[in-house]
């Protein structure tokens, strides 16, 4: 297939971001959508802002025929913390005074859902592909692509997560050799996640 990885750029955010918000619409709605303001509008202002977890400086896209039609983030533990306190300073910056507590309040327990990888460990997350190109092997792709680059830096072992309401994402991860170690639940309306892993050589 005629696929290009590049990393994105802000100028991505139209395309990417619904792709971003396909990966996991329970959560993200959970955390970022209150007061009338959207999680979509959210994710769309710090994708283009570039910073924390969702900006654009950690996705990466794929392109084909000149069109997004994937994209996921891929990042370490030792960038987790540093975006994650950026995370917050864009809550504080999107939302009016009297909602940011509890976006704060949803944010801090969705990470305790999703805690972040550690320092060696080459973590992927919000991976989305276009509905019309699904069935294509570019998820698969994308992940190789990565894979192969944390081999580059030296990381010792690629992660993930995924929704228990997601067995078809599950058996993708399966057949690609990431095995579940872990499982977390949430006792709400986001769905409980099963962390992934597999050792990179």
């Known amino acids: 297939m005629n ?3 590049r990393p994105c750029v802000a100028e991505d955010a139209e395309a990417a971001v619904p792709l971003i918000y396909s990966s996991g619409p329970a959560a993200f709605d959970y955390g970022f959508a209150h007061g009338g303001l959207t999680a979509e509008e959210f994710l769309t202002r710090t994708f283009r802002d570039g910073r924390g977890l969702f900006g654009y400086r950690n996705h990466c896209a794929v392109v084909q025929d000149g069109r997004l039609v994937a994209v996921g983030a891929f990042y370490s533990g030792a960038e987790a913390g540093a975006m994650s306190r950026a995370v917050a300073f864009q809550i504080l910056r999107h939302y009016p005074p009297r909602l940011v507590p509890r976006v704060l309040s949803h944010a801090l327990r969705l990470d305790r859902l999703l805690p972040p990888p550690s320092r060696r460990t080459h973590y992927a ?3 989305g592909v276009a509905p ?3 069935g294509q092997g570019i998820g698969e792709a994308l992940l190789t692509y ?4 944390a081999v580059e830096q030296g990381r010792r072992i690629y992660a993930l997560d995924v929704a228990v309401t997601n067995p078809r994402a599950q058996r993708l ?7 579940v170690v872990a ?4 006792n709400g309306p986001v769905p409980d996640a099963r962390r ?3 050792p990179l050589s």
């Open 183 to 186: 499982e977390r639940g949430f």
């Open 125 to 127: 997350a919000h991976l």
């Open 173 to 179: 991860y399966e057949r690609f050799g990431f095995r």
């Open 196 to 198: 992934m892993e597999m």
């Open 3 to 5: 696929w290009q990885f």
């Open 132 to 134: 019309e190109s699904r």
């Open 146 to 149: 990565q894979r192969e680059l």
